[in-house]
């Protein structure tokens, strides 16, 4: 019984896991072209620019990722978020308060023309970092619909 079932395992092992993966007319030129209408946002852009500071502290950091990020004054973060769950950086943190204050306080939608001065202390146990974000406020002011061009891609004029 003892040699069935070290057969049956040795089986088992030499077997392994065997994945096929085929895509049958994945290579050929005969995909359709997609084609598909445009959509441009028209900003109405100030001509003076605002700026804010944020600063964030990072607790037990490695590396650049934190186990635990603190601080910041905003009240809500920018759309430009890139959060990883629980660890983060508290540069991209503080990056995206400052941004999300300096949108506040211009009453604006984003920034143009966006320039961060990055203060960065990195200790053992802790981290600190200081942004402030210069730009000019853009508020957005409609949307303009552009059909697509059929005339480029499928021969038609």
């Known amino acids: 019984m003892k040699k069935l079932i070290m057969v049956a395992a040795l089986a088992v092992a030499a077997a392994g896991c065997v994945t096929n993966y085929r895509n049958d ?3 050929s030129d005969l995909k359709p072209t997609i084609v598909r209408d445009v ?6 852009i100030s001509d003076k620019p605002v700026q804010a500071s944020e600063q964030c502290i990072g607790i037990l950091p490695f590396g650049l990722v934190n186990m635990f990020t603190l601080g910041g004054m905003a009240k809500h973060l920018a759309d430009n978020v890139e959060k990883q769950g629980y660890a983060q950086t508290s540069i991209m943190r503080a990056k995206n308060g400052a941004y999300a204050l300096a949108c506040e306080n211009a009453g604006c939608d984003t ?7 990055v203060v ?12 402030t974000v210069t730009g000019y406020p853009a ?3 409609g949307v303009e619909f552009h059909k697509a061009n059929l005339d480029c891609c499928c021969g038609k004029k």
């Open 25 to 27: 007319g994945g290579d």
């Open 39 to 44: 959509v441009y946002e028209k900003y109405d």
């Open 111 to 117: 920034l143009v023309g966006v320039r961060y001065d």
């Open 120 to 131: 960065y202390k990195w200790y053992y146990l802790w981290n600190e970092a200081t942004v």
């Open 139 to 141: 508020k957005l002011t």
